[in-house]
């Protein structure tokens, strides 16, 4: 069975843009979760789709927004980016919220310059 | 969101040597993951935990549910240059709201 697969895998950005990152979770799995990952703050999460409706949110500016399609794939998108932006995003996937166990994908690192 | 205690933060040891590393939370747990993260890359699940006290092993990686559900610990054995990495643990809790809570890292170095 395929993993959690993100793309790009890097991107680079010019302050004030607006990016969009994309995640498709394991087949199955109905649960994403989007995390940001710095050296200074670790691991942080975003929020959590399921079945298209949005779960849980982290505390994250109204900048860093999501989806979730029918089929599971979810997008996360940031506007006005930031260089404080600059992260490692993972995307992670469960087949429910109600499901102990996660997969992360390999990551999309976003460079802000 | 919240970040788990996890010690040691770094660690070099010698190629051949045992490793222990563990978290601690302040809140209860029912369910704790092991993850192995190389540079540039995702965390990659290692071990899960659902039960006090279970001891669960993969290969040389051996990992522990305290029985306080508020730790857990991991063993690495006998070290291989290719353990190099960053480990993580994750919490899942009804206190967490059905979210992960994370560790802060252990960077392991093995020397050949």
């Known amino acids: 069975k395929a993993g959690v697969t993100q793309t790009p895998r890097y991107l680079i950005k010019t302050r004030g843009q607006q990016v969009t990152l994309s995640c498709s979770p394991i087949?199955?799995?109905?649960?994403v979760s989007w995390y940001q990952q710095t050296p200074g703050q670790g691991l942080q999460f975003l929020f959590e789709?399921?079945?298209?409706?949005?779960?849980n949110k982290g505390n994250f500016p109204g900048r860093f927004s999501g989806r979730q399609f029918s089929n599971s794939r979810s997008e996360m998108n940031v506007s006005t980016l930031e260089l404080g932006d600059s992260a490692l995003y993972l995307c992670a996937s469960r087949s429910n919220p109600a499901t102990d166990t996660q997969y992360f994908g390999p990551g999309t690192r976003l460079t802000v310059l | 969101g919240q970040q788990l205690n996890q010690s040691p933060q770094s660690m070099f040891i010698q190629e051949g040597e045992d490793v222990s590393m563990n978290c601690t939370s302040s809140s209860i747990f029912n369910t704790w993951l092991w993850y192995k993260q190389d540079p540039g890359e995702g965390p990659v699940l290692l071990i899960a935990?659902?039960?006090?006290?279970e001891l669960t092993s993969n290969g040389r990686l051996t990992a522990q549910f305290g029985i306080t559900r508020k730790d857990s610990f991991l063993n690495i054995s006998a070290s291989i240059p290719s353990d190099v990495g960053i480990y993580f643990c994750?919490?899942?809790?009804?206190?967490?709201?059905?979210?992960?809570?994370f560790g802060t890292g252990t960077s392991l170095t093995v020397i050949p």
């Open positions: 087949s199955g799995h109905r649960s």
């Open positions: 935990l659902y039960k006090a006290g």
């Open positions: 994750a919490g899942l809790g009804h206190s967490t709201g059905n979210q992960f809570y």
């Open positions: 789709y399921f079945s298209e409706t949005q779960r």
